[in-house]
């Protein structure tokens, strides 16, 4: 079954550097990959969107690349601040059917003044 | 962004007590809406997708007895979890999506509830 990775541990940086997420997958190569945030007791809040065919894609201090060959994106927020801590989640949606999106467990991110 | 409210955010309730959690898409219509289930520290797990005037498509491993899903409406899937049990006790989140041109098949951007916190003593 199609597996998603990321990294489990939190990710502690200091406010104002570059923050990189990573997300693998096993299997199959989504259609898409999208990225979420998510802050504790609240739903998930849609971020950037790539697709299959697509390298990169920016949106303000937000960047998403996607390797279909290594099988893996990474999500970069440059400049962060303390207002970026949260849990970032990666999710892959394949087509066909009613294209379901299926989660990774998310990178809980803290970013320190 | 388009809107998705779900309703209690917060319930607790009796082992054996059924609880009734509303998804409602407020400024677009969702012929699809998904439910996932989220434990603490853990990834949304993908319950079933409700598709409108429909039965919905359980994920393999979820009860269809135990979670009932109605979806009656374009802005309205609901979810029911009968006879609960603290096992039971999760974050419920449902996600509505509007259709592109294409037909169901075609994605678009997928919009999240803010979550119903279900505790069962």
């Known amino acids: 079954s199609q597996k998603i990775e990321q990294n489990s541990e939190a990710l502690n940086i200091q406010e104002g550097k570059t923050a990189t997420l990573t997300c693998n997958y096993t299997n199959y190569s989504p259609a898409y990959l999208q990225w979420y945030r998510q802050d504790p007791g609240r739903g998930p809040v849609f971020l950037l969107l790539i697709r299959e065919n697509e390298k990169e894609k920016r949106k303000e201090r937000l960047k998403v690349t996607f390797d279909t060959t290594l099988k893996q994106s990474l999500f970069h927020i440059t400049a962060s601040q303390p207002a970026d801590s949260a849990t970032y989640l990666c999710?892959?949606?394949?087509?066909?059917?009613?294209?379901?999106?299926?989660f990774g467990a998310g990178t809980r991110l803290a970013v320190h003044p | 962004g388009a809107v998705v409210s779900q309703h209690p955010s917060r319930v607790i309730c009796k082992s054996g007590t059924s609880v009734k959690i509303e998804c409602r898409s407020l400024?677009?219509?969702?012929?699809?809406m998904f439910w996932y289930r989220q434990f603490p520290k853990q990834s949304l797990m993908l319950m079933a997708t409700?598709?409108?005037?429909?039965?919905?498509?359980?994920e393999q491993g979820v009860e269809k007895d135990k979670f009932l899903i109605n979806h009656a409406s374009l802005t309205l899937s609901t979810l029911t979890v009968t006879s609960a049990h603290p096992e039971d006790s999760s974050f419920y989140i449902c996600?509505?999506?509007?259709?592109?041109?294409?037909?169901?098949?075609?994605?678009?951007?997928?919009?999240f509830g803010p979550g119903t916190r279900l505790t069962v003593l």
């Open positions: 409700s598709n409108e005037g429909s039965k919905a498509t359980y």
């Open positions: 400024d677009f219509q969702a012929t699809t």
């Open positions: 996600s509505a999506r509007e259709p592109l041109a294409g037909g169901p098949s075609s994605y678009n951007e997928q919009f």
């Open positions: 999710a892959l949606l394949f087509s066909g059917g009613y294209n379901k999106l299926i």
